[in-house]
């Protein structure tokens, strides 16, 4: 199945314009069940009249996933289910039957608890009762609807200013119909500039919590960490086993955990902001980045060798960068793994290419990305030996294209740094997944 937003079958509610341009534009998104669609016109100065969407019940409201019973040949029962789907456009009783397309992975309903879009958005709508000033800003599902989102703003936490940047926070909640994606909740920022998005798990690990330590951001027995390690009940993957719907009711603990993070957020983008780097640092890291991340860690292709170079371009000229602080070498990466990492199809006028860069930013492959560099960063109080091994490996590159013929590499290792080690993929990380590959 593709990865994109597929035409006819996924739908991206915004109420605002988004980079992708793949969305239903929308001015305010409904979550109660049986809202109805309203829609108005607006009128510029010239006495021009434009169609405009007032209100829009959420996409997810429109239609919903059900267990379908698996039969062997001869019409023999089996315990086992797939998940199937039916639209209910201007049907909210559910009285007229729509043709169903179902899902091809079987499941077994004993291990596995299918999360209906119905219960879904009930949860969420649990989790925000009573939360002044939460606002809906997208809604909608991707992939052939194996993944469905939520995204909410919350008027508490403002757009706000770290690291030289503006930046807008949203909580996000995901799930998905395939058996290996759970449901899922994060905090995630975007740079008002650039549109970079950076998704943040709620729950800290201890590395994490350390490094925030070490950086002087929190200091050793601070109380502002309470309950982002999940002792005290905070929870952000739930699995689609037959406790889940136990184990839901401690999601309300996360609204307050999203205060938290986007307060700790803030102050890492403003350490970064206060971190000179200089341009031969800056293309360093990213030679270092880019191999770690290469199929032979430590070795560099001309391919790899571009894309680190890819980087070093947008430190120096990204929007909102002045190529001169950690904070650039930051956003450089966020806009790269936002925007432009999907090189199957050129972008320029492919709108299936766009959209697959969407959902690989948001819910795939490059949103870890993003990520695991804002580990790489954070977790560690100098980065010279990376800086070292980056610049090793830019002279072998340089050799190479100088010579026209392959140099004999001599084997290079990182020089072993624990807290600054790039973090396995944790069950958070790994959790939506892709198709594409870097």
Known sequence: MSDGIIEGLDLVQSTKPTWHGKEQLCEAIVLKKGAPLMEGFKEDGEGNKTDVIVQAPAWLRQWDVEEVSLSARGNKKTPYKIVGFSDRPNDPDGTEEEPREYFLKPYNPETYHLLENERFMDLIEECLHGIEGATVTTCGSVCGRTKAFVTVSIEEIEAYKAGGREFEPFLNFLTGFTGNIPLLINNSNVCTVCDNTFRWNLQLTKQRQKALIAAGIVSEGDTSLDGLDGKAGLQTTFKHTKNMPTLLKKIPAIVQAFLKNQTLFASVLDLLGDMP???EEAISLF??????????????SNQTASKAMRLFELFKHGKGNSGETMADVFSAVTDYFTHENTNKLTLDGDTSAI??????????SAGDSKEQFFDWILLTDNHADYIKHGDKLRKEQAAKETDGEEIEREAIELVPVPAFALPAPTQESVAIVSTDKD
């Open 277 to 279: 780097c200089s341009h």
């Open 287 to 300: 030679y270092s980045f880019i191999s770690s991340r290469s199929v032979k860690s430590g070795e560099l």
């Open 355 to 364: 959209s697959k860069q969407y959902v690989s930013s948001e819910f795939g």
